[in-house]
């Protein structure tokens, strides 16, 4: 079974916070419980995988997320937006998405310093950031914008998983869930981290040694078999992967709920849309 495309959910997300704005999102699931339940036999794995094959057949979603944690950066100026993203994060934000190119954001972004609060948009290979009433295009490089898929956050984050157990059924608001428990491989994680991060290539030995935990839990819907909740904890220390590593100590809590599946939304780009540099967007931090 081919494995769904992964382009590093932990790395747009990141480079969304770059941009100032998150990458995050929304909703929460509804149901009324008296669905078929679909699990029937299906072990843990067979579950990622399953979801993974319904979630890639959405055509839209809202997303709700929170992300709390650190990152120390041995450089922050050799990493794209990096005066951003070191230090302490407390991340939160909602808004909806259609895959691959166009999404939302309502966000509101602690930093060890500064708060930021806007919204951040994608429409095709174009990024826009609004704060203060007004809105910015964002020079990226087209490697960054493609980061912004949030679509490939779900797959991605399963596609670190390993050792899946089933060890819970739950409601996410009114709809019943499987839950599903993984180990995360430390390779194929620092692997989709490591063009945003700088760490350059990673053998799996130093990947283990970098990573002290990183756990994945994901809550999928018996009737639908489609994500409604994903955990991740990723904690560990980038110097063990050498001198190259642009990455210190890093501690990332991020959880997002996913619902409003396949409902009609209108993702357009902003009118009358400023130019904007990275380098400027300090300049909208508030206290």
Known sequence: MPRPSRRAPLRLLLAAVAVAGALLLAGCGGGDGGGEDLTGDLTAQQLLDRSGEEFAGVESFRIAIEAAGGIDLADAGAVPG????????DISGEGPVQ???RASIDARIALSGPTLQGNLTRVGDEVYVGVLGQDFRVALPPAQVALLDLGALYPTLTGWATEPVEDAREDIDGTPTVKVTSQLDPAEALADLGPLLGTGTVTPEQARAAVSEGTLETWIGTEDLLPRRIH?????DGSALGPQAGVGAFDIDLTADLSAYGEPVDIQAPRDAQELDLDQLGGFAGG
């Open 82 to 89: 990096g005066a951003l993203l070191a230090g302490d994060l």
């Open 99 to 101: 895959p691959p190119d």
């Open 232 to 236: 991740l904890v990723l904690t560990g």
